[in-house]
Structure formats: structure tokens, C-alpha cells
């Protein structure tokens, strides 16, 4: 989320987010970091509870994307001018409708691919509006990128964490031997941030199989 924000996206204070999923797990993050680096943020989520979350964090609208275009929305929300970013992890469905919510110049950052990889678009609106398209994975990396990504999330983002601006949203911690039940709790839908799996050296070795 970091390094496709503020690195590749290069979100500037002023700017404007929006960050789709906003009460999952990346999207609390994204909402906290770009409200604390000076970004009015827009997030979407699924449920009134989980856009009330997204509020709560700090975003200035939540937008239900399932009672509401969120295209509209956006479009009404900033007057018609568009966001200069979209973290999107919905990817195919949401491609041409991430394009039409982009301000001039502005820059979709594709992070994940839940609703899946493929879509048909027309390039038009890229021309005309200068609109980016990027994105990115972690765990190809080297080492010394990681490195870099770590260092920078150090220098940047811990003090906010010292201080209290930004904090990691757990919604519940299993021991690792009820990992089931932590998919089970991730596939109702109903928590807001990470679920946790906690290991104790020693007491979790792998059974065989
Ligand atoms: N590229 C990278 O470096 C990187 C790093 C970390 C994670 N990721 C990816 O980012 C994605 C999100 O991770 P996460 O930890 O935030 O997961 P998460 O906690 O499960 O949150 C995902 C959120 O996406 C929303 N969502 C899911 N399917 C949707 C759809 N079809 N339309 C609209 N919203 C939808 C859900 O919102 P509601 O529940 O409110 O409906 C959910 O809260 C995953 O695909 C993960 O693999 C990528």
C-alpha cells in the first residue's frame, strides 16, 4: 500500500484518494495513511457498518458499493472533477469504471484482482485525461527492495504510529491450530481490518501431511 500510494502514485497533500474495500485490511491502512499524510479520502465498502468503520479511520465519504454507484457518487462528492488516485483491489469489473472516476493526470493503483484479471476498455479516456495505470506485488521483490520498501515505511510511518495518528486495525487473533477458524470468520465478511494467526516457537510444528 505504501509503495504503490506515495511511491508509484506519489499522492501529494490536497490530493484526493479513493481507496475501494476501505474496511478490509489494506483499505483501513490506506484510509489512516493518506488522511494522516494530508489526502481527503474516499473509501467504498460493503455494508452501512463498514462505511460508518471507514469514517471512524478518517475518510471524509463512505460510499456502499452495493446500494450505490459509486461513480456517481464520486463525480457528486468531488464536483465533478474525479480523484487523483484509486487504490483498487476489485481489478476486472472495476477497471473502466476506476478510469471514469479519475480526475486529469491522475493514477489507478491495481493492488489486488478479488473480482477478477480481465476486462475490456476503451483507451480513449487515457489519452485524454493523461491517466496512469500501474501496480504492483511484494513478494517477487529482493530482498534489498523489501529492504528499501522497510526502511522507508521506518522513516515515514512508524513516528505516526509512535505517535498514535495511524494504528494497525486487529479484529480478532487466532492461535495458528485454529487457522480454519480465521478463514471461516475472513469468509463471513463481517470484521473490519486483519484477523491475526499467532505462533509460538515450538508449539505450532506442522503434523505432517
Ligand atoms: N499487491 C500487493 O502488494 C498486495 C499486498 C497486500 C494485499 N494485496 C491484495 O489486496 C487485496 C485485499 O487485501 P486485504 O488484506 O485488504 O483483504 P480483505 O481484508 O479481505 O479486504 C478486502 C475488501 O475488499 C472488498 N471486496 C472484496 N471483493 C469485492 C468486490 N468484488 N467488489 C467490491 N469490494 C470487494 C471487501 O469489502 P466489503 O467486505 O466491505 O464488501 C473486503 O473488505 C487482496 O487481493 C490481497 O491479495 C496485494
Not at 15 to 35: N, P
Request: net charge positive; proline share 4%; hydrophobic share 45%.
Amino acid at each position: 500500500m505504501w509503495t504503490n500510494v506515495f511511491e508509484r502514485g506519489r499522492l501529494q497533500p490536497g490530493q484526493t484518494l479513493l481507496v475501494h474495500g476501505g474496511a478490509g485490511g489494506i483499505g483501513t491502512t490506506a484510509i489512516q495513511l493518506g488522511r494522516a499524510f494530508g489526502a481527503t479520502v474516499i473509501a467504498t465498502a460493503g455494508a452501512p457498518d463498514r462505511c460508518e468503520a471507514c469514517l471512524r479511520l478518517g475518510a471524509s465519504h463512505a460510499i456502499d458499493y452495493r446500494t450505490e454507484d459509486f461513480v456517481a457518487r464520486v463525480r457528486e462528492i468531488t464536483a465533478g472533477r474525479g480523484v487523483d488516485l484509486v487504490l483498487d483491489i476489485v481489478g476486472g469489473p472495476y477497471l473502466a469504471r476506476n478510469l471514469e472516476v479519475l480526475a486529469r493526470d491522475g493514477r489507478l493503483l491495481q493492488i489486488g484482482l478479488m473480482g477478477g484479471a480481465r476486462a475490456e476498455i476503451s483507451l480513449g479516456p487515457i489519452l485524454q485525461r493523461r491517466l496512469w495505470i500501474t501496480g504492483s506485488t511484494l513478494r517477487p521483490r529482493s530482498v534489498e527492495e523489501k529492504g528499501l520498501i522497510a526502511r522507508a515505511l521506518e522513516s515515514r510511518v512508524w513516528p505516526l504510529v509512535e505517535r498514535g495518528e495511524v494504528r494497525p486495525l486487529v479484529h480478532a487473533t487466532f492461535p495458528l491450530a485454529r487457522a480454519a477458524d480465521a478463514h471461516r470468520l475472513m469468509e463471513s465478511g463481517g470484521y473490519v481490518g486483519k484477523i491475526v494467526l499467532t505462533v509460538r516457537a515450538g508449539s505450532e510444528a506442522p503434523s505432517g501431511g
